[in-house]
């Protein structure tokens, strides 16, 4: 999954979860301390790709270019299938040309955030490029080490008793400001020897032992220390050192934003100019009265207060910013794709820090994100991909507008026949404007009908890898033969409290977008549109869910886990929920006075329509929203079946389970859409169940060829 996909599929869960960032993810991955390798290959015969080759594909997971703009520090993970577990490896490469990536070992286990995926972690240089620190567990608990950019032994930094769970190195390279884990104050003998009074505030899909919920949302806090680097000592912070602190790490203060402010404007990300002037800052948009679209624009404010300065009116994606080095500019990465006409969507921008226009300050083919910036402001090192291309370690020069490879991480792609893609844009009945990449087969023979699979629920220049999840291989699938499209969901429309007509457009416009795409591909004589499937995770899987429930366009379709959007989850769900779905228009009992909304929504309410083979790969901390329909389906002998993987949450880690989804997924379309099997004798007991879940299939569409009446298109 691209960092795209990955913030997108955050910004969901931050209107919907609210998850807590400081505790760790519950993990039952493996980690081994051999360090990842980069290894040389050379260009020889092309062969189809395959899941494992996905499985192995190596990730960034952080990097940092030297103040000196000398060299660029990265870190890499990597899959184990063999083990269940994973590798990492912190490197070192030179910004000259043909420099050679250096491997400084192990960077230590993966940093695991609160839905379970490996989060990027920027490695921090010392001022003089010298030195490298970073956050690794190998004592029990997290802390900071270091190591020497020539290489060596790393050596431990800072031995506090609990978690540091993120550090800043201070301007002059003396001192680590931590963020450190403060002992809980909740007695938790206490808490087991007495009933607790269920408030609502737990919410299901956690994975997480009640207990541990309970103490979690009773708070979970954090307090800052400092280690002197020069005298090797380590104490709790003073107020006035905690202030320094907030400044680097841009916590605003009262005097800039009130605590009303920042949670009824969403305000989000501020950063501090050098001069200490001004701060910018993200607001997330939600209001219809502000935008039309949940956005994320930039605002400007002196820190003394006063006037608030927007600086990207009409932006629909902004991620990483920064201030200039002389506090008189602030650069950002804009990302258009809705636009059909702009040929680089992925932009670096700048505005002067007294507002006014942006101007274009970089663009190039593919997908440009995590930069780094050196003390000069003008070379950044960055990643870069494009759709047939996994991510590689990349320069910029602002002053010359060069941007060239330094590393490749996965040299053996260059070995692997993948299918290039192609932008396809359409517009559905209300007018919104959607777009994906479509992928054809290998060997695609022209004039020939693909069967389709569609993956969601973000499309962008990036490479197109397994969807939103990484459960669904892209390429893998047109190595088998079929046509793939990576089919985005489109702007996420605001609307007013209680409006459902408005709010159900979350749904119904990319199902929309979809009728107009599969029909567009059939009249350019790509697809056959009676062989069709659908896949997706999070609000992919929403989208699953009411596609089938809704139309009658797919064959066999495959969720990633539960959309979570019947009565059922309702009841489970507790107060953030009810307010979720009061907000949805959505509110009260379900059978009561929005009894004809949940109808008009539900999935499970609709599964008599439901004429699709339905294949769920759930983690064992989300298959329970998605009973209600599951069960449906299997009541009224619908073809269903359900997966459950054990320790697991929203995003699925564990090498082995990836590899197993990527494989059954393709068996999964290649039964109901080719009608082809995997001779392979493990599988027997695979085909026994398809064979017979197909056999009652078929005697349902018989009786349902006179009865069905499909619900209402909104």
Same mark, same amino acid.
């Given at each position: 999954?691209?960092?795209?996909?990955?913030?997108?599929?955050?910004?969901?869960?931050?209107?919907?979860?609210?998850?807590?960032?400081?505790?760790?993810?519950?993990?039952?991955?493996?980690?081994?301390?051999?360090?990842?390798?980069?290894?040389?290959?050379?260009?020889?015969?092309?062969?189809?790709?395959?899941?494992?080759?996905?499985?192995?594909?190596?990730?960034?997971?952080?990097?940092?270019?030297?103040?000196?703009?000398?060299?660029?520090?990265?870190?890499?993970?990597?899959?184990?299938?063999?083990?269940?577990?994973?590798?990492?490896?912190?490197?070192?490469?030179? #910004?000259?040309?043909? /420099? $050679?990536? !250096?491997?400084?070992?192990?960077?230590?286990? =993966?940093?695991?955030? &609160?839905?379970?995926?490996?989060?990027?972690?920027?490695?921090?240089?010392?001022?003089?490029?010298?030195?490298?620190?970073?956050?690794?567990?190998?004592?029990?608990?997290?802390?900071?080490?270091?190591?020497?950019?020539?290489?060596?032994?790393?050596?431990?930094?800072?031995?506090?008793?609990?978690?540091?769970?993120?550090?800043?190195?201070?301007?002059?390279?003396?001192?680590?400001?931590?963020?450190?884990?403060?002992?809980?104050?909740?007695?938790?003998?206490?808490?087991?020897?007495?009933?607790?009074?269920?408030?609502?505030?737990?919410?299901?899909?956690?994975?997480?032992?009640?207990?541990?919920?309970?103490?979690?949302?009773?708070?979970?806090?954090?307090?800052?220390?400092?280690?002197?680097?020069?005298?090797?000592?380590?104490?709790?912070?003073?107020?006035?050192?905690?202030? #320094?602190?907030?400044? /680097? $790490?841009? !916590?605003?203060?009262?005097?800039?934003?009130? =605590?009303?402010?920042? &949670?009824?404007?969403?305000?989000?990300?501020?950063?501090?100019?050098?001069?200490?002037?001004?701060?910018?800052?993200?607001?997330?948009?939600?209001?219809?009265?502000?935008?039309?679209?949940?956005?994320?624009?930039?605002?400007?404010?002196?820190?003394?207060?006063?006037?608030?300065?927007?600086?990207?009116?009409?932006?629909?994606?902004?991620?990483?910013?920064?201030?200039?080095?002389?506090?008189?500019?602030?650069?950002?990465?804009?990302?258009?794709?809705?636009?059909?006409?702009?040929?680089?969507?992925?932009?670096?921008?700048?505005?002067?820090?007294?507002?006014?226009?942006?101007?274009?300050?970089?663009?190039?083919?593919?997908?440009?994100?995590?930069?780094?910036?050196?003390?000069?402001?003008?070379?950044?090192?960055?990643?870069?991909?494009?759709?047939?291309?996994?991510?590689? #370690?990349?320069?910029?020069?602002?002053?010359?507008?060069?941007?060239?490879?330094?590393?490749?991480?996965?040299? &053996?792609?260059?070995?692997?026949?993948?299918?290039?893609?192609?932008?396809?844009?359409?517009?559905?009945?209300?007018?919104?404007?959607?777009?994906?990449?479509?992928?054809?087969?290998?060997?695609?023979?022209?004039?020939?009908?693909?069967?389709?699979?569609?993956?969601?629920?973000?499309?962008?220049?990036?490479?197109?890898?397994?969807?939103?999840?990484?459960?669904?291989?892209?390429?893998?699938?047109?190595?088998?033969?079929?046509?793939?499209?990576?089919?985005?969901?489109?702007?996420?429309?605001?609307y007013k409290q209680g409006d459902f007509e408005t709010a159900i457009r979350?749904?119904?416009?990319?199902?929309?977008?979809?009728?107009?795409?599969?029909?567009?591909?059939?009249?350019?004589?790509?697809?056959?549109?009676?062989?069709?499937?659908?896949?997706?995770?999070?609000?992919?899987?929403?989208?699953?869910?009411?596609?089938?429930?809704?139309?009658?366009?797919?064959?066999?379709?495959?969720?990633?886990?539960?959309?979570?959007?019947?009565?059922?989850?309702?009841?489970?769900?507790?107060?953030?929920?009810?307010?979720?779905?009061?907000?949805?228009?959505?509110?009260?009992?379900?059978?009561?006075?929005?009894?004809?909304?949940?109808?008009?929504?539900?999935?499970?309410?609709?599964?008599?329509?439901?004429?699709?083979?339905?294949?769920?790969?759930?983690?064992?901390?989300?298959?329970?929203?998605?009973?209600?329909?599951?069960?449906?389906l299997e009541q009224l002998g619908k073809p269903e079946e359900m997966f459950?993987?054990?320790?697991?949450?929203?995003?699925?880690?564990?090498?082995?389970?990836?590899?197993?989804?990527?494989?059954?997924?393709?068996?999964?379309?290649?039964?109901?859409?080719?009608?082809?099997?995997?001779?392979?004798?493990?599988?027997?007991?695979?085909?026994?169940?398809?064979?017979?879940?197909?056999?009652?299939?078929?005697?349902?569409?018989?009786?349902?060829?006179?009865?069905?009446?499909?619900?209402?298109?909104?």
């Open positions: 999954m691209s960092h795209f996909e990955n913030v997108l599929v955050l910004c969901l869960i931050w209107f919907t979860f609210q998850s807590s960032t400081l505790g760790q993810s519950r993990n039952e991955a493996g980690f081994e301390t051999t360090p990842v390798e980069i290894p040389i290959v050379k260009k020889t015969s092309t062969r189809p790709i395959t899941s494992m080759d996905l499985l192995r594909l190596r990730d960034f997971h952080g990097m940092q270019i030297s103040p000196d703009g000398k060299h660029v520090a990265f870190v890499l993970g990597e899959a184990v299938y063999e083990t269940n577990s994973y590798r990492s490896g912190l490197f070192v490469v030179g #910004v000259e040309k043909d /420099s $050679k990536p !250096v491997s400084l070992g192990t960077a230590g286990p =993966p940093h695991w955030d &609160e839905i379970n995926q490996w989060w990027p972690e920027d490695p921090q240089w010392s001022p003089d490029s010298k030195f490298i620190y970073y956050r690794l567990k190998n004592t029990g608990t997290w802390q900071v080490w270091r190591w020497k950019r020539e290489g060596g032994r790393p050596v431990q930094v800072t031995h506090i008793e609990h978690d540091v769970h993120s550090f800043q190195l201070s301007s002059d390279g003396t001192k680590l400001f931590l963020t450190v884990e403060k002992p809980s104050a909740v007695d938790r003998k206490q808490l087991t020897e007495h009933g607790i009074l269920y408030d609502g505030t737990i919410q299901e899909g956690s994975g997480k032992p009640f207990l541990d919920e309970i103490i979690e949302a009773r708070g979970t806090d954090t307090e800052v220390w400092v280690h002197d680097l020069l005298s090797d000592r380590e104490h709790k912070a003073t107020e006035e050192e905690s202030e #320094v602190y907030c400044r /680097s $790490k841009y !916590v605003p203060s009262a005097k800039m934003f009130t =605590p009303k402010e920042i &949670e009824e404007q969403h305000i989000m990300g501020v950063k501090i100019s050098p001069d200490g002037k001004n701060v910018v800052f993200q607001r997330g948009l939600t209001d219809p009265s502000e935008s039309a679209w949940y956005t994320y624009p930039l605002f400007l404010k002196s820190t003394r207060g006063g006037e608030t300065i927007p600086l990207t009116p009409g932006a629909y994606y902004v991620d990483q910013y920064w201030w200039s080095p002389d506090s008189k500019q602030i650069y950002y990465t804009e990302y258009k794709p809705e636009d059909p006409k702009d040929e680089h969507p992925s932009k670096l921008m700048v505005v002067a820090s007294t507002g006014g226009k942006p101007r274009v300050v970089l663009e190039s083919s593919g997908f440009l994100w995590q930069y780094s910036v050196d003390h000069s402001g003008q070379l950044l090192a960055c990643t870069r991909e494009n759709t047939t291309t996994p991510p590689e #370690v990349a320069l910029a020069d602002l002053s010359t507008g060069e941007v060239r490879t330094l590393a490749n991480a996965n040299p &053996e792609f260059q070995n692997l026949q993948l299918g290039p893609a192609q932008r396809i844009d359409v517009s559905g009945k209300s007018g919104d404007q959607l777009w994906g990449h479509f992928v054809l087969p290998l060997n695609y023979e022209e004039g020939k009908h693909y069967p389709l699979i569609v993956t969601t629920y973000r499309d962008g220049d990036s490479f197109l890898r397994g969807g939103v999840g990484d459960e669904y291989p892209i390429q893998v699938f047109a190595a088998n033969g079929f046509a793939v499209l990576n089919f985005d969901a489109g702007k996420t429309p605001t979350w749904w119904s416009s990319p199902e929309e977008g979809l009728e107009a795409a599969i029909k567009k591909l059939a009249e350019m004589g790509l697809v056959d549109s009676s062989t069709l499937g659908i896949t997706g995770l999070s609000h992919g899987g929403e989208m699953v869910e009411y596609a089938v429930s809704h139309t009658n366009l797919f064959r066999a379709a495959i969720e990633s886990s539960a959309g979570g959007r019947d009565p059922y989850f309702f009841y489970m769900g507790g107060k953030f929920w009810y307010k979720w779905f009061a907000d949805m228009g959505l509110g009260g009992w379900p059978e009561g006075k929005s009894a004809e909304n949940w109808r008009k929504l539900s999935p499970a309410l609709n599964a008599d329509r439901i004429h699709t083979a339905l294949l769920f790969n759930a983690p064992d901390s989300e298959y329970i929203p998605g009973l209600q329909l599951f069960t449906s459950v993987y054990a320790s697991e949450l929203h995003i699925k880690n564990q090498p082995k389970h990836r590899y197993e989804i990527y494989e059954r997924n393709l068996d999964w379309f290649k039964f109901w859409l080719k009608g082809e099997e995997d001779p392979d004798a493990a599988k027997a007991e695979q085909y026994k169940r398809w064979r017979e879940l197909r056999t009652l299939h078929e005697e349902n569409e018989k009786k349902a060829v006179t009865t069905d009446a499909r619900p209402s298109q909104r």
